[in-house]
Nanobody
Framework: QVQLVESGGGLVQPGGSLRLSCAASGFILSIRVMGWYRQAPGKERELVATITRGGSTNYADSVKGRFTISRDNAKTPMFLQMNSLKPEDTAVYYC?????????????WGKGTLVTVSS
């Protein structure tokens, strides 16, 4: 089992910055991939960025060059640095962790943190 808790959301003006954090507990050494997803009102949940245990990253085209995902090691929180925020970045941001087991993979989710970009 893995538990995930997000923090750092809030209200920010267009062009501003926020840093989201995701703290993991439980079987954290079994996590292979972590990521951030978001869901805007009336829309489906979408990928924002992922980072593998080895440090490889992947970003949605809509956030490339503006957002940076990071995680120092398996025992430290994961972060999402968001710069040059736009109103269309407004959404609930969810932390995700993927655990690879012998015969299957398991997904874990946090409860989300709201990011509102508005003047």
């Amino acid at each position: 089992q893995v538990q995930l808790v997000e923090s750092g959301g809030g209200l920010v003006q267009p062009g501003g910055s926020l840093r989201l954090s995701c703290a993991a507990s439980g079987f954290i050494l079994s996590i292979r991939v972590m990521g951030w997803y978001r869901q805007a009102p009336g829309k489906e949940r979408e990928l924002v960025a992922t980072i593998t245990r080895g440090g490889s990253t992947n970003y949605a085209d809509s956030v490339k060059g503006r957002f940076t995902i990071s995680r120092d090691n398996a025992k430290t929180p994961m972060f999402l640095q968001m710069n040059s925020l736009k109103p269309e970045d407004t959404a609930v941001y969810y932390c995700n962790a993927v655990v690879i087991l012998v015969d299957r993979s398991e997904d874990y989710w946090g409860k989300g943190t709201l990011v509102t970009v508005s003047s």
